[in-house]
């Protein structure tokens, strides 16, 4: 079975940084396309950055220029530095990983909570 560990989430006062981490268990790792999603109270899962085996980056607009997705194949981990954080980007984040229509995988979330 393939697991998704996510890692780095916390409590920052409003302006700050955080860096969040996802390791995924398998060989596949440099082929897959990796994702944050979060979810806030009440409210559906949204799609946060997403970057491809290519390294192409896709960013919701109310993170860009604050929030940056990497990957490191090597370690078969992704990234999100999150930096000028604000108190709405509170949230569980979720670590995704999918290739085509029929593989996809979810990590168990991060908790991420900005004070104002």
């Known amino acids: 079975q393939v697991q998704l560990v996510e890692s780095g989430g916390g409590l920052v006062q409003a302006g700050g940084s955080l860096r969040l981490s996802c390791t995924i268990s398998?060989?596949?790792?440099?082929?897959?396309?990796m994702g944050w999603y979060r979810q806030a109270s009440g409210k559906q899962r949204e799609l946060v950055a997403q970057?491809?085996?290519?390294?192409?980056?896709n960013y919701a607009d109310f993170v860009k220029g604050r929030f940056t997705i990497s990957r490191d194949n090597a370690k078969n981990t992704v990234y999100l530095q999150m930096n000028s954080l604000k108190p709405e980007d509170t949230g569980i984040y979720y670590c995704?990983?999918?290739?085509?229509?029929?593989?996809?995988?979810w990590g168990q979330g991060t908790q991420v909570t900005v004070s104002s």
């Open positions: 398998t060989s596949v790792f440099g082929i897959l396309t």
């Open positions: 995704n990983a999918a290739r085509g229509s029929t593989w996809n995988h």
């Open positions: 970057i491809s085996s290519s390294t192409h980056t």
